[in-house]
């Protein structure tokens, strides 16, 4: 299994590609918001989801550690600052303080640091992003946003067969997760992370295999990344 350092490099030496080849065509195409955001209830199977997502996409799969690597490393910020395009990171800073200024509500040095670092992703593209409230960050004209549900019992037996954890175990860790969850995105964006109008498509998998979403999900990707493309 790849460490998060080579993960990160990885995506790193795509996106440094990518920015050559649009700085060669003339004239130099904008380039799409290729970002899918996936949030999910505990043991809902949402980060299986991503994974297969990505996989189908041809995109980086992007999880809390590794956004967490970027954010810590400054060496890791430089290079993905230098993978935007000039005009874009100019532009930057004033975006992540038009989000200061409105939905944000925790201004901690590392919810800045996340903001820029997934706007630079939404920008560079390719990934799908598991978590950290990426959708609240991008906002709807950005990237397409998912989010898995299940009813608890659902979750238990999940978590029971793919974890290997006991009911009581699976039970106590949905509770204290999506408390967290939901608690988090009170606290730093003023919003209800149940809400759809903040998602593109809400998917419930108490009925529906988690693989019998994805072809819906990449059509429904495909289609709203068309519209996006040229608009930014």
Known sequence: MPSIDD???????????????????????????????????????????????????????????????????????????????????????MMVDSIFSGQMMDHSDYMRNLAQVVLSMARLGGVVLVGRGGNFILGPAKGFHIRFVSPVKNRIVN???YRGVTEKEAAAAIERLDDERRELIRKVFDADID??????????????????????????????????????
């Open 195 to 232: 809400d759809p109008h903040h998602y593109d498509m809400m998917v419930n998998t108490a009925f529906v295999d988690i693989e019998n979403w994805i072809d819906p999900a990449l059509a429904a990707v495909r289609i709203k990344f068309e519209r996006l493309s040229g608009k930014e």
């Open 7 to 93: 993960i990160i490099n990885r995506q790193f030496h795509q996106w440094e590609m990518e920015k050559r080849e649009r700085e060669q065509a003339s004239p130099a195409p904008t380039p799409p918001t290729r970002i899918v955001t996936v949030s999910r209830e505990h043991g809902s199977r949402g980060a299986h989801f991503a994974m297969i997502l990505a996989e189908r996409l041809g995109y980086q799969l992007i999880h809390k550690e590794i956004v967490d690597a970027i954010c810590a490393s400054s060496g890791y910020w430089k290079r993905i600052v230098a993978s935007l395009d000039e005009r874009y990171r100019s532009r930057l800073e």
């Open 159 to 161: 978590l029971v067969k």
